[in-house]
């Protein structure tokens, strides 16, 4: 492996780089994620993606072994199977959140109960999640309850922290028994974007065993925050000192109504002409500064939700509600620009993902662009449902999972599906790390290099297979070795 443009290991611990051809880093960066593929089937859920999830201290107890009196029996669907789901959420009640008590359980086990049964009936092994604010505290009912729960955990930051720590207490639960690792896999996103506390809470919650950052809603969704800012770079620095993920909501295909167009005044004139002028400008606006955050953190992953696409298409009217899917997105799709951006992203960085969650309440034209870039970078693409307890209780999982048909059988037919289902997102649990080079105070006693450490069968050097025509070679028995831990 030299200058004839095979593949050269050059940090085998973060990244596989190429010497010259474009072509052979891609594909060594292939040969990874088969090889994570071989890894996780032939393993135990036991042994396998996230082995290492909460063990930031090996001397230490693992944080997720919780004594609790409810304990969820559910079993994986099936040990051939490592499906994951990367977009996930769990919500919280208003007396969930109220009734808190640190001793003692909170969460409702019938609401991991039902998140588990719909994993199994999806025939997922883990899901990554992050815990949100139910229903009642959208509700005018509460909003003078939630302002005494601002007064009892000391102000709103304390109060959205509350989602993090009922998310961990949920992901405790789902372990199941006789197993180490969480079906529910727990990512922090219970802060604030532009608060001068958040890298610091960011940094305790990783160093506590959350797996990842988000989703943080950037641009989307009526949010509107300037993702460089000084806090965000912080957080960003922070996943890549611990080796994370970072799931960004950051709509570059499609653009809402929201207050920078009309102000407070909801009744103001919504020209579909005037927004689309609006929307041009905000798209662009937005690719913009994904890529300069893409571009300033090159040891981050980054994964965009959604792809990206913004609101989906339920009304015609721009004016009809907060959703301004149609007049938006088809803008972005007929003027070729969001297909040219997503790319741009797909195509020049490496350190960004892509999870399909919520695409098939896409339009056919937004639909049509996705699948044509997953055919192209499949090794960037993730899966998820997207859905969590409160919308299980509203509508059937087999309708859900349903939906999602059509979207799992193109992958099956493109012969992807294990990739983006399997390999990706065990590869990206592969780049757990921690280290002292960040925002967060790690000791050198702390330090616990995760990166490509076996929990599973480990070929040995892969890297190496490559013939002359630049194929990868298939593996034999004799280069896998079993790992002791």
């Known amino acids: ?98 009734g808190y008590d640190e001793t003692s359980q909170n969460v409702d086990p019938d609401d991991v109960d039902r998140l588990l049964g719909f994993m199994d009936d999806a025939g997922l092994d883990q899901m990554w999640v992050s815990g949100m604010m139910g229903e009642t505290f959208n509700s005018e009912e509460y909003q003078s309850d939630v302002e005494a729960l601002v007064a009892k955990y000391g102000g709103k930051e304390e109060l959205e922290h509350m989602r993090d ?15 180490d690792e969480p079906r529910l896999v727990p990512f922090v996103a219970g802060f604030f974007l532009e608060s001068e506390r958040t890298p610091e809470y960011v940094c305790d919650r990783l160093a506590e065993g959350f797996a990842g950052i988000g989703e943080l809603i950037v641009h989307g969704h009526t949010g509107n925050t300037d993702g460089t800012n000084d806090i965000l770079q912080q957080v960003y620095q922070a996943a890549a000192q611990y ?77 009809d509600g907060s959703q301004l899917g149609n007049p938006s997105q088809l803008d972005a799709v007929t003027s070729g620009e969001y297909g040219a951006a997503l790319e741009s992203l797909a195509l020049d960085y490496e350190n960004i993902w892509f999870d399909v969650s919520g695409i098939p309440g896409e339009i056919e034209e937004v639909q049509s662009i996705i699948f ?25 999982a087999s309708n859900i999972i349903q939906e999602h048909q059509g979207l799992l059988s193109e992958l099956d037919n493109l012969g992807i599906r294990d990739e983006v289902m399997s390999a ?54 004799d280069d896998f070795i079993m790992s002791t831990w």
Request: charged content about 25%; overall charge negative.
């Open 1 to 98: 492996m030299g200058d004839d443009g095979h593949c050269q290991q050059i940090a085998p611990e973060r990244d596989i780089r190429c010497d010259v051809h474009e072509e052979c880093r891609a594909q060594a960066a292939k040969a990874v994620r088969q090889a994570a593929v071989m890894r996780a089937t032939a393993s135990h859920i036991g042994q396998r993606a996230w082995r290492s999830f909460g063990r930031m201290n090996s001397d230490g107890p693992n944080p997720l072994r919780i004594n609790s009196t409810h304990r969820l029996n559910h079993q994986p669907p099936g040990m051939e199977a490592v499906d994951i789901d990367t977009h996930g959420h769990m919500r919280f009640s208003y007396d969930e959140i109220a």
């Open 372 to 396: 044509s870039m997953i055919e192209r970078r499949s090794d960037r693409f993730l899966f998820g449902y997207d859905t969590d307890d409160e919308a299980l209780q509203r509508t059937l």
């Open 243 to 319: 080796g994370v993920p970072v799931l960004v909501h950051w709509d570059i295909g499609g653009v809402e109504y929201d207050e920078d167009f009309c102000g407070s005044d909801e009744s103001c004139d919504c020209d579909e002409e005037s927004f689309l002028d609006y929307a041009r400008i905000r798209r662009q606006e937005n690719l913009a500064e994904l890529i300069a955050v893409i571009e300033a953190n090159p040891e981050t992953i980054f994964i965009l939700a959604h792809c990206g696409a913004g609101p989906g298409g339920w009304s015609d009217d721009p004016c």
């Open 165 to 179: 720590t009922l998310i961990l207490e949920a992901s405790r639960m789902s372990i199941p028994d006789g197993q």
């Open 424 to 477: 990706n997102p065990t590869y990206i649990a592969m780049q757990r790390t921690t280290s002292t080079d960040g925002p967060c105070e790690v000791g050198e006693d702390d330090v616990d290099d995760l990166g490509w450490v076996p929990w599973g069968p480990v070929p040995l050097q892969w890297f190496d297979r490559f013939d002359d025509a630049n194929k990868l070679e298939p593996f034999g028995p």
